[in-house]
């Protein structure tokens, strides 16, 4: 039997490399400002037009407890959140890696630093440990709801 695979999209997020599983990116975008939502979490950047839809997007290095910093490979990669559309803030997007799925293997104990309540797992490529971020937990069900709100408030859907 043929070994099954899973194609991430890898991305520099400080000095680490993420992946993000390919079937929940939408598409990828170059940086561009975005409308500041008021009284949302720290690290949501604002929300952007994008043909049409209002979305959210997510500064990953305020996420991560970094520092903010724009340069001229900051990505903003669009995907699917629990049936919802987001876009996230990268430093650079790299490739598209393609590993055997036994080949990821699940978060270790030791990695509790930078980011690992969001982590799936981590793997190999021939550019050193990759950590694969699980999307739909990126934000914690309390930010998931302060988040709607400020978009109900800033699109004019909330209570009068």
């Known amino acids: ?7 991430l999209i890898s991305f520099k997020c400080g000095n680490e490399v993420y992946g993000v599983r390919i079937d929940k990116v939408k598409e990828i975008i170059r940086y561009s400002k975005t409308v500041p939502i008021p009284k949302a979490p ?3 950047d ?3 037009s994008l043909r ?4 959210p997007i997510i500064d990953m290095r305020k996420k991560f407890g970094l520092p903010p910093s724009l340069s001229p490979k900051t ?4 995907i699917q959140v629990e049936g919802r559309i987001a876009g996230i803030i ?10 055997r799925k036994e080949e990821i293997q699940p978060p270790p104990e ?3 630093g930078i980011g690992s309540e969001f982590l799936e797992g981590v793997c190999e490529d021939e550019e050193g440990i990759l950590f694969l971020l699980n999307m739909d937990k990126v934000l914690t069900t309390k930010e998931k709801i ?8 800033k699109s004019g859907r909330g209570k009068k």
């Open 1 to 7: 039997m043929g070994q099954e695979e899973v194609a």
């Open 42 to 44: 720290d690290f949501i």
């Open 46 to 48: 604002g929300v952007l």
């Open 52 to 55: 049409g839809m209002v979305i």
């Open 75 to 78: 990505r903003i990669i669009i």
């Open 90 to 99: 990268v430093d650079e997007v790299k490739r598209i890696v393609k590993v």
């Open 110 to 112: 030791v990695a509790k």
């Open 146 to 153: 302060i988040l709607e709100e400020s978009l109900k408030k």
